[in-house]
């Protein structure tokens, strides 16, 4: 039985010896603060070592433990491609920007981002948040239609996948238990580098092969996205994906909007400020889903009981012309400086004098850019 164990130790100990060998290499090869400068902004996560949004935003969320002002950006597709950080950072230098928005999200993906956010601040830090959270109707998608699929682990999201992907969590009977705890976040995302680096060559590697063999049209270009007209086939074919992907039903749950009263409330709780903003989608897509209208007439009652709230602002975004739109639901880049200097001239961003010099040096930009303020 020694011998045995002799053996065990030394194999063990040259696996150790061999991954330490590997994360020396991998950390001078491909530095940890190689891309991580600045604020975060999950559009660069393909570009990063992370390569999905709800891995970038769940490694990285730990750089927002800062006591500084922060506005922190977080909802769908629509949210990330509609309210560039870049863009929102020139209007507000006096705050930190950040844009944590993870694609294909709900409510209740959101509400989870909010609490990996808070779990690894402090409370001052906490006093400093701004969420703006960006809704429209296929973000109240039940977590029964989202989250139960062939794909995953029934009933988890992508955050709890990333969550569960490296020992950070555990799954228990109540939900994600953590194993690391919070303030070990980086400590943690620097003894996983080597992974990360092999899934980063492996993709880098097997691009052009993927692409290829994918089918799917090549990423298009801001010129393109600004000039492209969706079809009358292409509007059928994107009202259909959504009726399926919101389960095939008539009317939204009551869940996902009880869920977004408590994750305002916590948000409020911990002495922090939510904007809710009401995202604009095209014309005929409102005209085409019975479930925008029911969203409508839920958040006509919503919004102006949170608003009421301290600490709670509203934007009803203006925009939904059809020609503003490259698909369904994401914005033009033209567009998106109007959707920043709307977001932008909200009271809650600034104080009297700030507010004053905001409005005069936002309607000198908007008339070089030949579009006049709109909000509704």
Known sequence: MKPLLVQLARLGGAVLALYAALLVITLVAVPLARGDAGPLDASRAASSLYLTEPKYVFMERGRLNTPTDKVLVLGASNSLVGFKQAELQ???????????????????QLGQIVELVREV???AARRHDTYVLGLWYGVFASDQARWYTPDRHAGDTDIDIERYRYGFFRR????????????FLSSGAALIHPYLVADQLARDVTQSLRERLSGKPHKLTDQERNARVVSDAERQ????????????????SDAPFARLRRTVDAIRADGGKVVLVDMPIPR????????????????????????ALDGVAVLRLSGDDDDDFSDEVHPKPRVTPRWAEELAALPLF??????????????????????SRRIR
């Open 284 to 307: 005929w897509h409102a005209q085409g889903s019975t479930l925008h209208a029911d969203y409508e007439r839920r958040m006509a009652q919503l919004l102006p009981e949170l608003e």
């Open 350 to 371: 600034h104080d009297d004098n700030q507010r004053e010099d905001h409005e005069y040096r936002s309607t000198l930009r908007q008339a070089d850019a030949g579009f």
């Open 121 to 123: 601040q402090t409370p």
């Open 172 to 183: 228990g009977e109540s939900g994600a238990v953590p194993l690391l705890p919070p303030r």
């Open 237 to 252: 074919q994107y009202l259909a994906f959504w009726r399926n992907y919101m389960g095939s039903v008539d009317s939204l």
């Open 90 to 108: 020139r209007l507000l230098p006096d705050r930190e920007v950040h844009n944590i928005s993870v694609g294909g999200s709900n409510i209740t």
